[in-house]
Structure formats: structure tokens, C-alpha cells
């Protein structure tokens, strides 16, 4: 009767049994929503789809949204879904609990989604645009300098 109890879990596992804790899936998370969050959930997860190429993926207690990196993400709790998505600047609007820079060029908004009509613009219109930063930044970073250098040394200027 060798084994282990998960640290985690605490569930019992038998020695040479494998056991994955972590991963997850999105019915899972979902499976205790009320009927009003599902909906918002279904909503939420169809707007996102439209919006183009990218993937969908549950981690620990969130479910991800992603294209090269993760633009937005869905915690389900009991009473509200949280929507946590990452702009290029600050939103203040009276649907964002909170914001918080997370780099140089990125900053976190907090929303919590109690039904179905709350994904309506202008939130999907933040994750839409979410969804378009990526592009936006490295539009960006490919724009040439409007100050131009000169080939040569600058003269140095006499003083009088």
C-alpha cells in the first residue's frame, strides 16, 4: 500500500499512478455556473471566437484566450465570470473594478460579467481590441523614426 497524498488536491494516489492535478478543462470550470452565467459564459466565448485565429484553453482555475500570447482571460466564480484582458492604455469606465499595469506596454482591466447583456459594447469592443494589439505594437516598433539623423558630423557652433 505505498503511495502518496497529493499536496494539492489531497487526493490518494498509488505508487507508479500517474496523476495531473493541474490540468483542467473548460466544462469543467463551467459545469457550476448558474443558467444566467453560462449564458454570459456562451456569449462571451462566441465573441471571442469571431474575432479571428487563436487558442482557447483551460489553466488551473482560468480559461485562456490566445494568440501568440494571451489577450484576455475568464475566471468563473459562483456569483460573476471575472474578465481579466490586457489593452496598450488604461480604460476608465464605470464596468472596470480595476487596472494595473503589467509592462512597458500593457495594462490589465478587471470586469465582472453577471449576465448575458453585459458582453455588449463597450466591452467587446475592449476585447476586440485586445485581440488587435499584438498587431497594433508591432506596427509600432516597424515605424521609422521621424527625426532624421545626418550622415555627417554636426558643426559645432562659435560662440560670439
Not at 119 to 136: G, I, K, N, S
Request: hydrophobic share 35%.
Amino acid at each position: 500500500m505505498a503511495g502518496r497524498e497529493c499536496y494539492h488536491c489531497k487526493q490518494w494516489i498509488e505508487e507508479g499512478e500517474a496523476h495531473d492535478c493541474w490540468t483542467t478543462t473548460e466544462a469543467a470550470l463551467t459545469a457550476d455556473l448558474s443558467e444566467e452565467l453560462r449564458e454570459a459564459w456562451e456569449r462571451l466565448r462566441e465573441t471571442a471566437v469571431e474575432f479571428g485565429d487563436q487558442r482557447i484553453y483551460a489553466s488551473l482555475n482560468s480559461i485562456m484566450f490566445s494568440r501568440k500570447a494571451c489577450y484576455f482571460f475568464v475566471r468563473p466564480k459562483r456569483k460573476y465570470l471575472e474578465v481579466c484582458f490586457f489593452l496598450g492604455r488604461t480604460v476608465k469606465a464605470p464596468q472596470v473594478r480595476r487596472a494595473m499595469a503589467t509592462s512597458k506596454t500593457k495594462t490589465a482591466h478587471l470586469i465582472q460579467v453577471r449576465h448575458r447583456d453585459e458582453v455588449e459594447a463597450p466591452m467587446t469592443d475592449w476585447l476586440q481590441e485586445a485581440y488587435d494589439l499584438p498587431d497594433t505594437l508591432a506596427a509600432r516598433k516597424a515605424k521609422p523614426s521621424r527625426r532624421k539623423r545626418s550622415a555627417t558630423k554636426p558643426r559645432r557652433r562659435r560662440s560670439s
